[in-house]
């Protein structure tokens, strides 16, 4: 070997340990033995989630035959039975993420200490792009896994949703046995209407133009809808907070304040009357932990 192909070969080597220097750490692989409930962080990291953010089951109400459905949906899945993705959409605030978070600690629960526990895992919108390589690492692991995205839509010009197609198509492998796909959404087919409306209105053939991106609901068994609740069904779900949080109060005190925090903010909800409650136990000097 030369003289020049000496340097140039430690110059080589050079390069090489300082592009390793950069390189980020190889991701550990998936422990799903941490926690019952992980945050997904691409490309490959799954953030344990020491305590949920949740209500549980039996405080939410006013979606009763949509709780029971999923609840149902929820524990074929856990026992190892044929189940449906399942997509939940309609009204703000009417607890479609809330049900998603007490389904899997509904199923848990009723399954019992000595069953193997059900995962849960949320991904982000942004991160979508990224499923199809999760459902691959998945795939491997011994339990049976949710995957939840919160408040899942796409915009125009958005092909990211190419990925959830997949993913829950699975491709020539399917869909992994193990894995189901539970989303919540405000619009029925994840689309704004006003997009579809402009695709039908330039295109050759209205109806091709859109079946791609409308064909991504189909792709969910399970399309549970929420809808706006009563007065009664809000002050139901008011009661169930005030009794849960220990609050010690009776109706009378409450009643008249919680329609008027309803009427200042034009809607009844799940989400209000939590907020209400909130608002209530402050103005007490009591705490609510729920």
Same mark, same amino acid.
């Given at each position: 070997?030369?003289?020049?192909?000496?340097?140039?070969?430690?110059?080589?080597?050079?390069?090489?340990?300082?592009?390793?220097?950069?390189?980020?750490a190889?991701?550990?692989?998936?422990?799903?033995?941490?926690?019952?409930?992980?945050?997904?962080?691409?490309?490959?990291?799954?953030q344990?989630?020491?305590?949920?953010?949740?209500?549980?089951?039996?405080?939410?109400?006013?979606? +009763?035959? &949509?709780r029971?459905? *999923?609840?149902?949906?929820?524990?074929?899945?856990a026992? %190892?039975? @044929? #189940? /449906?993705?399942?997509?939940?959409?309609?009204?703000?605030?009417?607890?479609?993420?809330?049900?998603?978070?007490?389904?899997?600690?509904?199923?848990?629960?009723?399954?019992?200490?000595?069953?193997?526990?059900?995962?849960?895992?949320?991904?982000?919108?942004?991160?979508?792009?990224?499923?199809?390589?999760?459902?691959?690492?998945?795939?491997?692991?011994?339990?049976?896994?949710?995957?939840?995205?919160?408040?899942?839509?796409?915009?125009?010009? +958005?092909? &990211?949703?190419?990925? *959830?197609k997949?993913?829950?198509?699975?491709?020539?492998? %399917?869909? @992994? #046995? /193990?894995?189901?796909?539970?989303?919540?959404?405000?619009?029925?087919?994840?689309?704004?209407?006003?997009?579809?409306?402009?695709?039908?209105?330039?295109?050759?053939?209205?109806?091709?133009?859109?079946?791609?991106?409308?064909?991504?609901?189909?792709?969910?068994?399970?399309?549970?809808?929420?809808?706006?609740?009563?007065?009664?069904?809000?002050?139901?779900?008011?009661?169930?907070?005030?009794?849960?949080?220990?609050?010690?109060?009776?109706?009378?005190?409450?009643?008249?304040?919680?329609?008027?925090?309803?009427?200042?903010?034009?809607?009844?909800?799940?989400r209000?009357?939590?907020?209400?409650?909130?608002?209530?136990?402050?103005?007490?000097?009591?705490?609510?932990?729920?």
């Amino acid at each position: 070997m030369t003289a020049l192909e000496n340097d140039q070969l430690i110059l080589l080597r050079r390069i090489a340990d300082a592009l390793e220097r950069l390189a980020p750490a190889p991701s550990p692989p998936a422990d799903l033995e941490r926690a019952d409930c992980f945050v997904f962080q691409p490309p490959a990291t799954l953030q344990p989630v020491p305590k949920v953010n949740r209500v549980p089951v039996e405080l939410l109400r006013g979606i +009763d035959r &949509s709780r029971e459905i *999923l609840l149902e949906n929820t524990r074929r899945f856990a026992a %190892g039975l @044929p #189940a /449906n993705n399942a997509l939940l959409w309609g009204a703000r605030g009417m607890g479609k993420s809330s049900l998603v978070k007490a389904a899997h600690e509904w199923s848990n629960r009723e399954a019992g200490a000595d069953a193997a526990p059900l995962k849960l895992i949320e991904i982000h919108r942004e991160d979508i792009d990224h499923l199809p390589a999760l459902m691959q690492v998945l795939r491997m692991q011994p339990f049976q896994i949710l995957l939840f995205c919160d408040d899942l839509s796409f915009d125009h010009d +958005d092909t &990211s949703y190419k990925s *959830l197609k997949a993913a829950l198509d699975g491709g020539v492998e %399917g869909r @992994p #046995a /193990n894995v189901l796909f539970y989303a919540t959404s405000n619009r029925r087919h994840l689309l704004p209407r006003n997009m579809m409306e402009n695709e039908q209105s330039t295109a050759i053939n209205p109806g091709e133009a859109v079946e791609e991106k409308v064909s991504l609901s189909d792709r969910f068994g399970l399309w549970l809808g929420f809808h706006k609740c009563s007065q009664d069904d809000y002050l139901a779900m008011v009661a169930g907070y005030v009794r849960e949080g220990g609050l010690g109060v009776e109706g009378e005190e409450w009643r008249a304040e919680a329609l008027e925090w309803s009427t200042t903010r034009g809607n009844r909800s799940g989400r209000v009357a939590y907020q209400f409650v909130q608002d209530f136990a402050g103005r007490l000097g009591k705490r609510f932990d729920i």
